[in-house]
């Protein structure tokens, strides 16, 4: 599995950002599909998952409301709509595949890594 993120760039708060995964795969249902994030000086943390079929979805406390992740079954893609920004959502963003066909929060069910995009929110 190969994943490719795109789409951060800077935005003032409260403003909006699409970010898009590319991901290569055999057969793209048998993952289920997360962002994480990972800020200056901190450690990674998970932002929201979802399952094969993008009928389940779960959320960060912080982001919940906020941010909408989706997939497209038929382009391979896994989205992460980002909306209301927050100066504290500046992070380097993730898109990685799971073990499991089920949402996952955890991140030690998660294999494989995009190379990240970057969001920074101006206050």
């Known amino acids: 599995v190969q994943l490719q993120a795109c789409g951060g760039g800077l935005v003032e708060a409260g403003g909006s950002l699409n970010l898009s995964c590319a991901v290569s795969a055999r057969t793209f249902t048998n993952y289920g599909l997360g962002w994480f994030r990972q800020a200056p000086g901190k450690g990674r943390e998970f932002v929201a998952g979802i399952n094969w079929s993008g009928s389940s979805t779960i959320y960060a406390d912080s982001v919940r409301g906020r941010f909408t992740i989706s997939r497209d079954n038929t382009k391979n893609t896994v989205n992460l709509q980002m909306n209301s920004l927050e100066p504290e959502d500046t992070a380097v963003y993730y898109c990685?595949?799971?073990?499991?066909?089920?949402?996952?929060?955890?991140?030690?069910?998660?294999?494989?890594w995009g190379q990240g995009t970057e969001v920074t929110v101006s206050s």
């Open positions: 990685a595949s799971s073990i499991m066909t089920i949402a996952q929060g955890t991140e030690e069910y998660y294999n494989e």
